[in-house]
Nanobody, 121 residues
């Protein structure tokens, strides 16, 4: 599967942004799809994920009800009430394997390029 992330940009604190992840290739075999983010010097962090067959969603603890992830093509990550701490490069990723938590970055086999989200104070 190939993934193409887009939708990043500059937004003021308290604002909203919707990221898109366009999928192509063997999408019918996807087990899970996740969004991760990364800032310089830090490890990639789980943001949100979705179990492809059941559409069950999962979120990082820091999300606190602000984000939504929707199954489809593209997969959307809708982010609300953004804060400067949400500034990062956001990546979407897909996995075919069923082992491990949806939140585990190591379990994802396919990655899109990142899209930069900048939240100004």
């Amino acid at each position: 599967v190939q993934l193409q992330a887009s939708g990043g940009g500059l937004v003021q604190a308290g604002g909203s942004l919707r990221l898109s992840c366009a999928l192509s290739g063997r999408t019918f075999e996807i087990y899970g799809l996740g969004w991760f983010r990364q800032t310089p010097g830090k490890e990639r962090e789980f943001v949100a994920g979705i179990h492809w067959r059941t559409s069950t969603t999962f979120f990082g603890d820091f999300v606190k009800g602000r984000f939504l992830i929707s199954r489809g093509n593209p997969v959307y990550l809708s982010m609300n009430s953004l804060t400067p701490e949400d500034t990062a490069v956001y990546f979407c990723a897909a996995r075919y394997g069923a082992r491990g938590e949806i939140s585990s970055v190591q379990t994802y086999e396919y990655w899109g390029q990142g899209t930069l989200v900048t939240v100004s104070s």
